[in-house]
C-alpha cells in the first residue's frame, strides 16, 4: 500500500539527541517532509528533503534515501519544549500522504 | 503575512446533519488541501485545490466534497454526518503544489463532533 511508517512513540532526555525514522512502504514518493504538532495546535513545517542527504536547520536536521526508502529526523539538544507529535509526509500520485506520528517524550 | 484561517473552531452536530467548513489561506498561495485528524490515525489527505479545481481526492466517500472560489478561499463539506466522522479538519496552504520546496502552512483546525 500506500503508507509511511514511523514508530508510534519514542523518549528521550532532556539536552539529548533523538532520531524519528520513517520508511516508505512503496516507491514512488518524491521528497519528504517533516511536521511538528504540540497538543492542540496545528502542524507546523519543520523540514523538506527533495533529494538524498542532510538537511539541516538549527538543532533539527533531516536525512532521506531514496534508494532505501527510508528517511529521519534528528533533534539535537533536546529541550522540554520539543515534547510533541511529528509527522513526515510525502507526495505520490499527487496525493499527500502523511505517516501516523512519532508522539516525542522528553524526560528532565 | 496572515496565517490560514479556518472557521468555526468548534463545532457540534448530530448524526445525519450536514456541515460546512471554511478556509482562508495565506494571501497570496493558489494551492489549498484538507486533512481530517483522528487519534492514532494521523493526518488522511481529503483533497486539494489549485486555481479554483480539483487536483486530487483522498480516499473518503463522496459524502465529502469541497471548492475554491477565485480568491483561493476553500469551503468542505460534509453531508449526512456520522458518528465516525468527529475529527479534527485541518486546512493547509502552500505554494504551486509540486514544487521541489513544498511546504505546508496549517490552519488551526476545526473540531467536529457529532452526536
Known amino acids: 500500500g500506500q503508507s509511511l511508517e514511523q514508530p508510534s512513540e519514542v523518549t528521550a532526555v532532556e539536552g539529548a539527541i533523538v532520531q524519528i525514522n520513517c520508511t516508505y512502504q512503496?516507491?514512488?514518493?518524491?521528497?519528504l517532509s517533516w511536521y511538528q504538532q504540540h497538543d492542540g495546535g496545528a502542524p507546523t513545517f519543520l523540514s523538506y528533503?527533495?533529494?538524498?542527504g542532510l538537511e539541516e536547520t538549527g538543532r533539527f536536521s533531516s536525512f532521506l534515501s531514496r534508494s532505501d526508502s527510508y528517511g529521519y529526523l534528528l533533534l539535537q539538544e533536546l529541550q522540554m519544549k520539543d515534547s510533541a507529535s511529528y509527522f513526515c509526509?510525502?507526495?505520490?500520485?499527487?496525493?499527500?500522504?502523511f505517516g501516523k506520528g512519532t508522539r516525542l517524550h522528553i524526560l528532565p | 503575512k496572515a496565517g490560514v484561517t479556518q472557521t468555526p473552531r468548534y463545532l457540534i452536530k448530530t448524526r445525519g446533519q450536514q456541515v460546512t467548513l471554511s478556509c482562508s489561506p495565506i494571501?497570496?498561495?493558489?494551492?489549498v488541501s484538507w486533512y481530517q485528524q483522528t487519534p492514532g490515525q494521523g493526518l488522511q489527505f481529503l483533497f486539494e485545490?489549485?486555481?479554483?479545481?480539483?487536483?486530487n481526492k483522498g480516499n473518503f466517500p463522496g459524502r465529502f466534497s469541497g471548492r475554491q472560489f477565485s480568491n483561493s478561499r476553500s469551503e468542505m463539506n460534509v453531508s449526512t454526518l456520522e458518528l465516525g466522522d468527529s475529527a479534527l479538519y485541518l486546512c493547509?496552504?502552500?505554494?504551486?503544489?509540486?514544487?521541489?520546496?513544498?511546504?505546508?502552512?496549517f490552519g488551526s483546525g476545526t473540531q467536529l463532533s457529532v452526536l
Open positions: 509526509a510525502a507526495r505520490r500520485d499527487d496525493k499527500i500522504i
Open positions: 493547509a496552504s502552500s505554494s504551486p503544489p509540486g514544487g521541489l520546496d513544498e511546504k505546508l502552512f
Open positions: 494571501s497570496g498561495h493558489r494551492s
Open positions: 528533503n527533495a533529494l538524498d
Open positions: 512503496t516507491s514512488g514518493f518524491y521528497g
Open positions: 485545490y489549485f486555481s479554483e479545481t480539483q487536483r
